[in-house]
């Protein structure tokens, strides 16, 4: 079934259609690398080649999950991305084979008659070191393969390069018939093969960012095989040199969801101001949509109240650029994290046909809700300000590390470090030295904490002087990719 709701008047081509302005958000995607949509295969080099960092991996895009007009209410207006039925979950046990070394790893694991009857099993999110398979090895400075081989890049070495292969099936939803399918897999050290039905879909590096792929073409109805491999050391390793503990597995929620084929939101990115000595607020928000459609914005304060709402038809490239202002804006800072509700609607076009039989409604393709906080960051005589008052960071290093799981850090004890942040008067936080989970930025914008979002590049094993050779074009590809990896993942926080 698909909601349909009233055409609103501010839905209007004539003042609402907006040309992507030089310099906005956007701008930034068009410099990332389109990924390859065509079936290829893997030469199985890509894990020791620098100039291979992903084949087929899905177009980069802020962090967002588009709603189902068929998800309740509740649902969208809380993010619950989990109970979206556009989402299936991609956790839970996974038929599991590791070897020690690269050589060793099984030959054709990923085919649908192979046998995978002597195979153990691994969580997904799990981590191998604490779930019985290597050794966790914590290193400050120098890689974790030390003394294996004479370090030279790009080489990777073989010997103790631990693999995992996993296997599972996946019953896909009948009611995803003819709609986009996205696997997800949030964040899987150090690199990714995916299989699907044994096709090969793709590979993907840089271990802290999720990896996504278009799997539309390699489903059928009902269940399907997904298999996947990762190694705990490839090329992407000698930029990931940080400071901590060296662990191999899946460390974040994974998952597939869908979208609509032909109309749909593929990226937003929303940029918030202060304006009039910082008494009123905007929000400019720039979207890229797929398709024959408008959108529809509404922005609620944090007691459901409309505040304001507008909308757009996209250009020809798909693009709209919006503006709201906002008077007498309650303002966001670490010790007043005031969130607004801003939900952005895909909605379809009535066709003068319709129009003329008096139907004036139209179908919602997606919904898109994001929380939003108005604040101004500037330096002005060598003080940073917020909001045009100085402040004082107090802040701390945090790993992403639990006790019990590594890598693999619920919510509950996300929420646990920002109350303990909290007692201390902690009010800001460095994601050293990687892109941490999302929901992290999520509960640092709702409980009020200044971070600083590091990418997934470190040079700790090569030093940073004039001749290092993290400095050469060697790495120059990888060290841009990793960064536009966190600015286009974590833009709207």
């Not at 696997?183 to 960012?209: Q, R």
């Not at 990226?267 to 459609?293: A, C, M, Q, S």
Request: proline letters at 5%; one cysteine or more; hydrophobic letters at 35%.
């Amino acid at each position: 079934m698909i909601n349909k709701r009233p055409l609103r008047k501010k839905i209007n081509k004539r003042m609402l259609v907006l040309p992507l302005m030089a310099g906005m958000a956007l701008s930034v995607c068009s410099q990332t690398p389109k990924s390859n949509s065509q079936t290829v295969a893997p030469t199985f080099t890509e894990w020791h080649n620098l100039e291979v960092n992903d084949i087929n991996r899905y177009p980069l895009h802020s962090d967002f999950f588009a709603f189902s007009s068929d998800d309740d209410t509740t649902t969208v207006n809380t993010g619950n991305r989990f109970k979206s039925k556009n989402y299936v979950s991609l956790d839970g046990d996974w038929k599991f084979h590791w070897v020690a070394n690269a050589d060793e790893r099984p030959d054709g694991f990923w085919r649908t008659d192979y046998d995978d009857s002597s195979w153990k099993t691994m969580s997904v999110p799990g981590i191998w070191e604490v779930n019985g398979y290597g050794q966790p090895e914590y290193v400050n400075i120098g890689f974790a393969w030390r003394g294996h081989f004479n370090e030279q890049p790009p080489a990777v070495p073989t010997k103790d390069n631990h693999v995992g292969s996993y296997r599972r099936e996946i019953n896909i939803p009948a009611n995803w018939n003819g709609k986009q399918v996205i696997a997800h897999f949030g964040s899987v050290t150090s690199n990714i093969y995916l299989w699907v039905n044994g096709t090969f879909v793709g590979y993907s590096e840089d271990s802290k960012v999720a990896a996504e792929f278009d799997v539309t073409k390699y489903l059928h109805p009902g269940k399907n095989l997904f298999a996947f491999e990762t190694f705990r050391w490839c090329d992407g390793s000698w930029d990931e040199d940080q400071d901590f503990w060296r662990l191999s597995g899946v460390a974040r929620p994974s998952y597939l969801y869908a979208k609509p084929k032909d109309k749909q939101i593929k990226d937003i990115r929303v940029v918030p101001d202060l304006v009039n000595d910082y008494k009123d607020g905007t929000l400019t928000i720039t979207t890229k949509l797929k398709g024959d459609v408008v959108m529809e914005l509404e922005l609620t304060d944090d007691k459901g109240r409309m505040v304001a709402q507008s909308g757009g038809v996209p250009d020809n490239n798909g693009n709209i650029v919006t503006t709201i202002e906002v008077p007498n804006v309650h303002k966001w800072t670490a010790e007043t994290p005031y969130p607004y509700n801003l939900k952005v609607n895909v909605l379809g076009i009535l066709s003068s046909r319709e129009r003329s039989r008096g139907n004036y409604s139209v179908p919602v393709y997606e919904t898109v809700p994001l929380k939003v906080g108005f604040r101004k960051v500037e330096i002005k005589n060598s003080q940073l300000l917020v909001n045009g008052q100085p402040i004082l960071i107090k802040g701390a290093d945090r790993h992403e590390m639990d006790p019990d799981g590594a890598y693999n850090v619920s919510l509950e004890r996300m929420i646990q470090d920002i109350k303990i942040m909290k007692r201390l008067n902690i009010n800001a936080v460095r994601t050293s030295h990687y892109p941490d989970d999302p929901r992290w930025y999520d509960l640092c914008d709702k409980y009020g904490l200044y971070l600083i979002a590091e990418a997934n590049q470190e040079s700790h094993g090569f030093g940073y002087g004039k001749d290092a050779i993290s400095g050469t074009p060697l790495f120059a590809k990888q060290i841009m990719q990793r960064n536009q990896h966190n600015v286009s993942l974590n833009y709207n926080h």
